[in-house]
T-cell receptor, first 111, second 118 residues
Framework: GQQLNQSPQSMFIQEGEDVSMNCTSSSIFNTWLWYKQDPGEGPVLLIALYKAGELTSNGRLTAQFGITRKDSFLNISASIPSDVGIYFCAGQLVGAQKLVFGQGTRLTINP | DADVTQTPRNRITKTGKRIMLECSQTKGHDRMYWYRQDPGLGLRLIYYSFDVKDINKGEISDGYSVSRQAQAKFSLSLESAIPNQTALYFC?????????????????FGPGTRLTVL
């Protein structure tokens, strides 16, 4: 099946640091979504992107739809303990009606 | 109240048993999905349904079946459970979208069912 390559797979940072993660593919997407999953819970939608080059913020989170339409980035500024969790990207390929998910980035924060 | 609920939240069963996982939603969405999550593999689509009369296989449908009993209900069955079906299972819903809108891409997940097959 279609693969989204999400990196890094895991991150260990200090509280207050900024975080960056990304998803890339060899195919073109017309939608990118970013989700966060807390332990024991289902993924929660953070940001949705629908246009190449689009930059959207949600509090301390900022995501961008890559200009080539093959990638997307998520940044978290000034991390806090509640940012801990697994972050997933998801994309919809052009012409498809389903989402493809990345493998996730596990974020751990040292206080 | 949660918009997407799943029952049970945890289930331990034995190889060969038939089990059913249930999903209900109050979001009024037409589209419903079942995913499986394994460590390091992200979310993989098992089955999806765009309305009550529509059922489609996802990328890993073998060993599973589904039933869309109503707009609000979508159940997943394992006819004869095997140990490699041990995983987290998530139900999700999305809107059908309107002309010019892409909101149908935004899927909303339930809290998950942790299934262990011994």
């Amino acid at each position: 099946g279609q693969q989204l390559n999400q990196s890094p797979q895991s991150m260990f940072i200090q509280e207050g640091e900024d975080v960056s993660m990304n998803c890339t593919s060899s195919s073109i997407f017309n939608t990118w979504l970013w989700y966060k999953q807390d332990p024991g819970e289902g993924p929660v939608l953070l940001i949705a992107l629908y246009k190449a080059g689009e930059l959207t913020s949600n509090g301390r989170l900022t995501a961008q739809f890559g200009i080539t339409r093959k990638d997307s980035f998520l940044n978290i500024s000034a991390s806090i303990p509640s940012d801990v969790g697994i972050y997933f990207c998801a994309g919809q390929l052009v012409g498809a009606q389903k989402l493809v998910f990345g493998q996730g980035t596990r974020l751990t924060i040292n206080p | 109240d949660a918009d997407v609920t799943q029952t049970p939240r945890n289930r331990i069963t034995k190889t060969g048993k038939r089990i059913m996982l249930e999903c209900s939603q109050t979001k009024g969405h037409d589209r419903m999905y079942w995913y499986r999550q394994d460590p390091g593999l992200g979310l993989r689509l098992i089955y999806y349904s765009f309305d009550v009369k529509d059922i489609n296989k996802g990328e890993i449908s073998d060993g599973y079946s589904v039933s869309r009993q109503a707009q609000a209900k979508f159940s997943l069955s394992l006819e004869s459970a095997i140990p490699n079906q041990t995983a987290l299972y998530f139900c999700a819903t999305s809107d059908h979208g309107t002309s010019g809108s892409r909101s149908y891409n935004e899927q909303f997940f339930g809290p998950g069912t942790r299934l262990t097959v011994l």
